[in-house]
């Protein structure tokens, strides 16, 4: 108990000015370096999913509404389009993550053809994980789900993320997943006051982009950070040209936000990395 406490009791002292504002200044550093060098070498990819969308966007949207009101499948064409603009999404997402904790010395190209397969690795036991769970929910006879608040949903963010960091510095081996995961819960509980600072800035950008926004579009959006229902909260009622433009204005604005805000997160994962918190499991048994 008394290592808890002390450990809280460091984690309280991060958010002294004194340490907060270099992790600041290395946050704002750490996110303009990752910002040039994805604008640099992956600028063509932004501008493809965008006109991807201008597009098609009207039909996706469509499809998409339709399908959560009534459950219809979309046709074979929409399918694909869908799947191309969600799979965009996604790599753009994975190569900002991956640039933020990417070395300046290595060359950029290389270290993303290097690291974006191990991420891969990682996402394919997300994956299981939640198919296995839904696979028991379902068995349990339980087929319909409350809705999961957005805070809740910005912890499995967070975790994830210190997941996908530890995964990222590990040895690649499968153990590694495993430890991971472990050290990851240990750095959030044994750092909970400043995790707690962090869901707290979260919450309030959150609530500043979403009350500017929801003005912008002319309609409420209750989140618009980590939010995975922006397009249909916002594209709902109609899809046109002018309102995907405004979608995408806002849907690459919010990016940016998310990763300066997982930018700060990164500093302050590469603070705690090497404290030990507790002996691993994993690592006791296997070494």
Known sequence: MYTII????YSV????PFNLFPM???GITTYWRSSLEFITNFAWLVLLDALLFLSFGDLIVK???LHAKTGAQPGGIVVFLTLIQSMTCFVLSVIF???IRKDSSFDTRIYI???FFRYIQLQFLFSIIFILGI?????AGITKLPTIPWILLLVAKVLQVI????WLDSSNRVIDLFSACERAVNLIFYNIPFITFLLGTAWLLDVMLSYVFSLIVEQDLSHVLFANTLMTDMLKNFATFSMLVKFITIKYSTFLFEYIWLSFLFVFYSKKRRERYASSLFERQWH
């Open 163 to 166: 997941i996908a960091f530890y």
């Open 135 to 139: 696979y028991g929910l379902m068995l």
């Open 63 to 65: 499809a998409t509404v």
């Open 6 to 9: 002390k450990a809280w009791y």
């Open 113 to 115: 053809k290097a690291y």
């Open 24 to 26: 600041l200044k290395n």
């Open 13 to 16: 002292g991060l958010v002294n």
């Open 97 to 99: 993550l991956l640039l």
